[in-house]
């Protein structure tokens, strides 16, 4: 709680060209740091020349899909490339707005896990000259991308894995430049790094300059997009927000298909970067605070790992609950990152109002100056099962708030407010879940106007009917809202 207080040339020309650029400068080895990727215990050295910024990719939070919690570990080339095909599928019948969840924006596809092989030096992932070896589960990835690529879409990789045992890694050393050389040479358009379980490889700097010098000598100055999954929790950007070589970053432990999870892990994990608003906003376009792949529809309905979070009572959350975990990642601007089976069409059915609705997505998408921030929390907790990881493996509790109220500036003067209620009970007027027009006047930035708003008409996200208005006299309460159920709304300053 204290935390809570306060595309590509040949690989071997290339990485002989990288290696020289970028060994020239000091790295942590250079240094003399030994580091284990362990925040508490690492030396300074580990962890510093957070300054450099890699590119400009992320203006608005991205949005895809990635393996891990749909199949962990239990995932192909060919589950791959129809989930690729699944993304870009028209589907009319469905209505709204977009007609693919592609066209809705969700355009990154990620591998995660699953594609490692144990072969390399001392049973690690890697060659002795620091090259990733691949299983023959993905017979040819730089294939597999230029489907992507065929489709519309992106692809992202996850690098540094922990499916691999970095231990015994350390006489390959270093991989900073060969594995941002693999990922060029396989057409990869972005990288998510994690800590390889005590691999040498532990400075999110040095990734992000390797990947910036193997883009550019493969003839893409724009770069690519990266994840920091290695810090989870980079508690420095909270001291230094400007230090953001990554374009986001995991603020927390692997999320969970769970009501009571989903919401700890933006309540505890996230908001206090949402709260660092200067010298620049700790979470802001190019560099977003991200609680971890949406747990809504995972694991893929019917598979041994659906099974076992079901074994632990996950992954049974009710449509309102999923609904508002969407909301929650939406206003606080977090990349919104799906793991639904999009290979199965009911499962898509399901869920297409929520993740495709345009004002849920023109909300996460909008800048104004803030990510987001919680406004308001019930005085009265209650003590939950907030579980982690995609089965939910890791049991944990946390006292939560019985309701929770965020918001987020939009353009224009208007503010969007997402109003949860975590109790057992509907939500009354005495729990004094509400927003008053001096808190939307101030949210708003309309404050120093020569004439602010005296009034907001209220609209709803999921269905657009209007529910009345803010006044001076008039609060906007939540009182009704039913239990483990929110409401989404967007106020527009009468002019």
């Not at 699944?86 to 591998?111: C, F, H, N, Q």
């Not at 970067?273 to 010298?279: E, R, S």
């Not at 987020?408 to 949860?420: E, F, R, S, Y």
């Not at 008409?457 to 239990?483: F, L, R």
Request: charged share 15%; net charge negative.
């Amino acid at each position: 709680q204290n935390f809570k207080s306060r595309r590509a040339p040949d690989m071997i020309l290339l990485t002989v060209a990288l290696l020289g650029a970028l060994l020239s400068r000091p790295s942590s080895a250079a240094l003399g740091c030994s580091c284990t990727g362990h925040r508490a215990t690492d030396p300074a050295c580990c962890f510093e020349g957070h300054d450099f910024v890699p590119n400009a990719l992320e203006k608005t939070p991205q949005k895809g899909w990635r393996s891990w919690q749909a199949f962990g570990s239990s995932v192909n080339q060919t589950m791959m490339e129809a989930t690729m095909r699944g993304m870009a599928l028209k589907r009319p019948e469905l209505g709204g707005a977009y007609t693919s969840l592609a066209e809705a924006g969700y355009v990154d596809i990620g591998l995660d896990a699953g594609y490692e092989n144990h072969s390399g030096v001392g049973g690690g992932c890697h060659t002795a000259s620091g090259h990733m070896i691949i299983n023959g589960m993905f017979p040819d990835l730089a294939g597999m991308n230029r489907l992507a690529h065929t489709l519309n879409l992106t692809s992202s990789w996850y690098l540094n894995s922990d499916g691999c045992n970095g231990t015994i890694e350390q006489e390959v050393g270093q991989t900073y430049v060969t594995d941002a050389a693999d990922a060029v040479r396989y057409g990869f358009d972005g990288v998510k790094f994690d800590s390889e379980r005590g691999g040498p490889s532990h400075n999110i700097t040095l990734w992000a300059m390797a990947l910036k010098e193997a883009a550019a000598h493969a003839g893409n100055p724009a770069g690519i997009v990266i994840e920091n999954c290695l810090d989870k929790n980079p508690t420095y950007i909270l001291d230094k927000p400007a230090a953001c070589p990554f374009n986001h970053y995991r603020t927390g432990p692997d999320n969970s298909p769970s009501f009571f999870g989903g919401l700890h892990h933006v309540y505890f994990w996230a908001v206090p970067y949402l709260d660092v608003t200067a010298p620049v906003p700790a979470s802001r376009p190019n560099c977003w605070a991200y609680p971890d792949m949406l747990g809504i529809g995972a694991p893929a309905y019917g598979s041994p790992l659906w099974a076992q979070a079901r074994s632990r009572g996950c992954a049974n959350m009710t449509l309102d609950e999923e609904r508002t975990l969407f909301a929650n990642w939406a206003i606080i601007s977090s990349p919104l990152i799906l793991a639904i089976d999009v290979r199965n069409a009911t499962t898509v059915r399901k869920y297409w109002p929520i993740v495709t609705n345009s004002e849920a997505l023109r909300i996460n998408s909008a800048w104004a100056g803030s990510a987001g921030t919680l406004l308001k929390e019930s005085p009265v907790v209650t003590q939950r099962a907030v579980p982690i990881g995609m089965t939910c493996s890791v049991a944990h509790s946390a006292q939560l708030p019985n309701w929770l109220v965020y918001v987020k500036p939009l353009p224009k003067g208007q503010i969007t407010c997402l109003a949860i209620n975590l109790g057992e009970q509907a939500l009354e007027p005495a729990d004094n879940a509400e927003v008053t027009i001096a808190d939307l006047v101030r949210i708003g930035g309309l404050d120093s106007a020569r004439k602010p708003p005296t009034a907001f008409t209220v609209t709803d996200v999921w269905t657009g009917e209007s529910g009345g208005k803010v006044t001076v006299s008039q609060n906007w309460s939540a009182a009704g809202v039913s239990p483990h159920n929110s409401s989404f709304v967007v106020f527009t300053p009468v002019v």
